[in-house]
């Protein structure tokens, strides 16, 4: 059984920058895709970040390419979020995903975190 726990959430006023880890435990992290997807309060859960399991290929939401950032250790089994100039809208908890299928934007993944809260101030 694989679990995700994810840290490194908090409050950040506009233009600051915060980087999410995503600890995996359990068999076979380093096979898996991962992803990053947030969801802010009346939202539905929307699709951040992903990165292949050679982190090779990655893919991101328009909005936040650019300043977000997805990477990878396999050696410590966990996955990174780098965020920068961050914005209000922004504001949302983040969860990390992984899956044993291809890298998607599609939420169908079958392992999930818990979440961190982000919230970012004006």
């Known amino acids: 059984q694989v679990q995700l726990v994810e840290s490194g959430g908090g409050l950040v006023q506009t233009g600051g920058s915060l980087r999410l880890s995503c600890a995996a435990s359990?068999?076979?992290?380093?096979?898996?895709?991962m992803g990053w997807f947030r969801q802010a309060p009346g939202k539905e859960r929307e699709f951040v970040a992903a990165i292949s399991w050679s982190g090779q290929t990655n893919y991101y939401l328009d909005s936040v390419k650019g300043r977000f950032t997805i990477s990878r250790d396999n050696s410590l089994n966990t996955m990174y979020l780098q965020m920068t100039n961050l914005k209000p809208e922004d504001t949302a908890v983040y969860y990390c995903a992984a899956t044993r299928g291809l890298i998607s934007r599609n939420p169908g993944y079958q392992y999930w975190g818990q979440g961190t809260q982000v919230t970012v101030s004006s």
């Open positions: 359990g068999p076979g992290f380093g096979s898996f895709a």
